[in-house]
């Protein structure tokens, strides 16, 4: 029953605004006024026209707002994709930068020493943890064999240690069994440079009579058959005086930053 009271409202409705149109329509002519009873349907009609006609606006806004705000999604999307993308390629063009900085650099290197050298890459550390050396992408089919000397731009590295088919291990100048045999630049006195910590090694076995200044520069003296002589390892930074002995307790910096270490050269024995 309610859906039968609900039609036949709907087509009472419908009948009513028909017939208001029909009235309006025959009475439409010259005359520029409405009647009383043109007035009343007027009266009775329009609020329900300016509702309709309201939905109809505000429906229409609606859907051109939701559809304006997927496209502005879709291009907000479209646009951070983009902007993702050229972050990665800076990033990559400014790493291809850093690293022809880096070789141009042993290049140069290279050719101060004029000795034949291999160029490696640093893989890895040592894994044991036992020992301060690293992994470089170089082995015995390149001609690589224990106590190579193995250096950078800036100095002293370290030497070979172990030598597999495509891979080798250098033990750096920082480890405490590391040993090469120097020189103080300025004024020729003799040590030995050891490993104590990744920013500080010590120079043992200098003499009390010896002239050593802080800001010294070290270099390999030659000796020993590994290191070319004249290559920088490290610069003074701290004397002390050791009460009745005979030697002086001298520390220095390393040249080399350990912690930036990703191309090495390896000094090829004949």
């Not at 609020?47 to 229409?60: A, D």
């Amino acid at each position: 029953m309610k859906g039968v009271t609900r039609f036949r409202k709907i087509w009472l409705w419908a009948l009513f605004i028909g017939f208001t149109l029909f009235l309006l329509s025959s009475n439409s002519g010259p005359r520029s006024t409405w009647n009383p009873a043109e007035q009343l349907i007027i009266e009775i009609t329009s609020p329900f026209q300016k509702f309709i006609q309201q939905s109809v606006n505000i429906t229409k806004r609606f859907w051109l707002s939701y559809f304006n705000l997927v496209d502005v999604r879709h291009e907000n999307w479209r646009v951070k994709k983009e902007i993702d993308a050229l972050r990665m390629e800076n990033s990559h063009y400014r790493e291809l930068l850093a690293s022809q900085e880096r070789l141009q650099e042993l290049l140069k290197f290279k050719h101060s020493i004029n000795l034949p050298v291999l160029a490696a890459q640093v893989i890895g550390l040592d894994p044991t943890g036992w020992f301060k050396s690293i992994i470089i992408d170089k082995g015995r089919r390149d001609g690589l064999r224990p106590n190579m000397a193995v250096v950078n731009a800036s100095g002293v590295v370290g030497r070979i240690v172990s030598v597999s088919t495509n891979y080798a291990k250098a033990l750096l100048v920082i480890d405490q069994n590391s040993a090469v045999d120097c020189l103080v630049q300025r004024s020729r006195a003799r040590g030995i440079v050891k490993g104590l910590s990744t920013e500080i090694c010590k120079l043992d076995y200098v003499v009390k009579s010896s002239d050593v200044a802080v800001g010294d520069l070290i270099v390999t003296s030659g000796l020993g058959g590994v290191f070319p002589k004249g290559i920088s390892v490290g610069q003074v930074s701290n004397i002390k005086g050791i009460y009745g002995g005979l030697f002086k307790d001298i520390e220095i910096g390393p040249t080399v930053d350990f912690s930036k270490l990703e191309e090495v050269l390896v000094i090829l024995k004949d």
